[in-house]
């Protein structure tokens, strides 16, 4: 096997990884609410979500042709050789570039996963991407009008119009049921809810699993394995399959730590607000899906959150835990980019494959160090709706956190 094909099996690997972090670091932007309110038993609600990411995924390439062209500028955009690579960058170099991307995705994943935080996969990828090419071309590498129209407006705006949108749909929610009988509103929104969050799940796997395929598409075009101009028609079906089948078995493995964020510590919530916030993420995500928009499902879906919490009087809405996302939030373009800039600089003052197989190593070690962490504090389908804990904000239920006598994540 050839060095360049070596490189490229384990960014695929790679690849696939981060869409199984995906899957299970998005969990609870479908199905947090609908686990908490008890429409839905954790396991059931993360086995659903996992068929419709699986199902969602085969609907669209929209987001993945966006993904090829529009944050990194490694491809001539014009002339008889559009979608070769440019001139002067070699395909192994094309390779680290989103090899190391993809490290930085995947490491911020599972460091805001084991703190709880539910903070953008698609951000954490696209900010991985931006690292590592910024390192290996300079600021020319960066398609910088594509990623502030693709992703940065549309992440401003999008948590701040699905806040909206979920505060005026839970204020009509409240406002046309309050003759209705407490009990018989509970029980009646708890089926819309399912309706809902599985809705909210479909739209995950048309957005999010694209994302990974599109970065599975840009290597293969890199190396002459696949035709740039055939992406907007479609994928080979083995990268659409590998795809849809890792991010829904992230999705089963449930996020627990995140869905606890979401469905416990924001807000105090009724399935009525769980309705209309999952409604919510549901048309804003498909939306932009359409659009080509490579949304943050999660902000979007943090944002339906907090606006059911704002939409309904009276309603407890913990800002402490929304300023520690929003934190997170504004962090992790820059964090996963430093990560991906460190991989590329190391993988490339290693040597082209030596590095490659170094960095590989560098984000097993790390991955299995967060996983061990969590594993100290385990949050699971078991206690992930203990009550939460608002003299510490964490997403450790405080009876695991004596029993273990370890610090709190």
């Given at each position: 096997?050839?060095g360049?094909?070596?490189i490229?099996?384990?960014?695929?690997?790679t690849?696939?990884?981060f869409?199984?972090t995906?899957?299970?670091?998005?969990?609870g932007?479908?199905m947090?609410?609908?686990i908490?309110?008890?429409?839905?038993?954790?396991?059931?609600a993360?086995?659903?979500?996992a068929?419709?990411?699986?199902v969602?995924?085969?609907l669209?390439?929209?987001?993945?042709a966006?993904?090829?062209?529009?944050?990194?500028?490694?491809?001539?955009?014009s002339?008889d050789?559009?979608?070769d690579?440019?001139?002067g960058?070699?395909p192994?170099?094309?390779?680290l570039?989103i090899?190391?991307?993809?490290?930085?995705?995947?490491l911020w994943?599972?460091?805001?996963?084991?703190?709880?935080?539910?903070?953008?996969?698609?951000?954490?990828?696209?900010?991985?991407?931006?690292?590592?090419?910024i390192?290996?071309?300079?600021?020319s590498?960066?398609?910088?009008h594509?990623?502030?129209s693709?992703i940065?407006i549309?992440?401003?705006?999008?948590?701040?119009?699905?806040?909206?949108?979920?505060?005026?749909?839970t204020?009509?929610?409240?406002?046309?049921?309050?003759?209705?009988?407490?009990?018989?509103?509970?029980?009646?929104?708890?089926?819309?809810q399912?309706?809902?969050?599985s809705?909210?799940?479909?739209?995950?796997g048309?957005?999010d699993?694209?994302?990974?395929?599109?970065?599975?598409?840009m290597?293969?075009i890199?190396?002459?394995?696949?035709?740039?101009?055939?992406?907007?028609?479609?994928?080979?079906?083995?990268?659409?399959?590998?795809c849809a089948g890792?991010i829904?078995l992230?999705?089963y493995l449930?996020?627990?730590?995140?869905?606890?964020?979401?469905?416990?510590?924001?807000?105090?919530?009724?399935?009525p607000q769980?309705m209309?916030?999952?409604?919510?993420?549901?048309?804003?995500?498909?939306?932009?899906?359409?659009?080509?928009?490579?949304l943050?499902?999660?902000?979007?879906?943090t944002?339906?959150?907090?606006?059911?919490?704002?939409?309904?009087?009276?309603?407890?809405?913990?800002?402490?835990?929304a300023?520690?996302?929003?934190?997170?939030?504004?962090?992790?373009?820059p964090?996963a980019?430093l990560?991906?800039?460190?991989?590329?600089g190391?993988?490339?003052?290693l040597?082209?494959v030596?590095?490659a197989?170094?960095i590989?190593?560098?984000?097993?070690?790390?991955?299995?160090?967060?996983?061990?962490?969590?594993?100290?504090n385990?949050?699971d389908?078991?206690?992930?709706n203990?009550?939460?804990?608002?003299?510490?904000?964490?997403i450790?239920?405080a009876?695991v956190a004596?029993?273990?006598?370890?610090?709190v994540?």
């Amino acid at each position: 096997m050839s060095g360049e094909m070596l490189i490229l099996v384990l960014l695929v690997i790679t690849a696939l990884g981060f869409d199984f972090t995906n899957g299970f670091h998005d969990t609870g932007n479908a199905m947090a609410t609908s686990i908490a309110t008890g429409a839905l038993k954790p396991k059931v609600a993360v086995g659903l979500s996992a068929i419709l990411n699986l199902v969602g995924a085969f609907l669209s390439v929209e987001v993945a042709a966006t993904i090829t062209k529009d944050v990194l500028s490694i491809q001539q955009t014009s002339g008889d050789d559009k979608g070769d690579i440019i001139t002067g960058l070699s395909p192994t170099t094309a390779l680290l570039i989103i090899f190391a991307g993809l490290i930085g995705g995947i490491l911020w994943n599972l460091f805001t996963w084991l703190f709880g935080l539910p903070s953008s996969s698609s951000h954490a990828l696209f900010g991985g991407l931006i690292g590592s090419g910024i390192a290996a071309l300079g600021l020319s590498g960066i398609n910088w009008h594509g990623v502030l129209s693709k992703i940065i407006i549309p992440g401003l705006l999008a948590p701040l119009i699905a806040c909206l949108v979920a505060a005026c749909g839970t204020w009509m929610i409240f406002a046309i049921t309050k003759r209705i009988e407490e009990s018989r509103k509970e029980q009646g929104f708890r089926y819309g809810q399912i309706a809902s969050a599985s809705l909210v799940s479909l739209a995950h796997g048309t957005g999010d699993a694209q994302k990974t395929m599109g970065v599975i598409a840009m290597a293969l075009i890199v190396t002459g394995n696949l035709d740039a101009s055939s992406v907007s028609h479609g994928l080979p079906f083995w990268i659409v399959f590998s795809c849809a089948g890792m991010i829904a078995l992230g999705t089963y493995l449930g996020g627990w730590r995140i869905i606890r964020t979401l469905g416990k510590g924001l807000v105090e919530i009724s399935s009525p607000q769980g309705m209309a916030a999952e409604a919510s993420s549901a048309a804003i995500i498909l939306t932009s899906s359409a659009a080509g928009m490579a949304l943050s499902t999660t902000q979007v879906a943090t944002g339906s959150i907090l606006g059911s919490g704002v939409g309904k009087k009276g309603a407890t809405v913990r800002w402490a835990v929304a300023g520690r996302m929003a934190i997170a939030w504004v962090t992790t373009l820059p964090a996963a980019g430093l990560v991906g800039a460190l991989c590329f600089g190391i993988a490339h003052l290693l040597g082209n494959v030596l590095g490659a197989l170094v960095i590989f190593g560098l984000l097993i070690a790390a991955s299995a160090y967060m996983y061990w962490r969590a594993q100290k504090n385990k949050v699971d389908a078991s206690n992930v709706n203990a009550e939460w804990d608002d003299s510490t904000n964490s997403i450790i239920p405080a009876d695991v956190a004596t029993e273990t006598k370890t610090p709190v994540a």
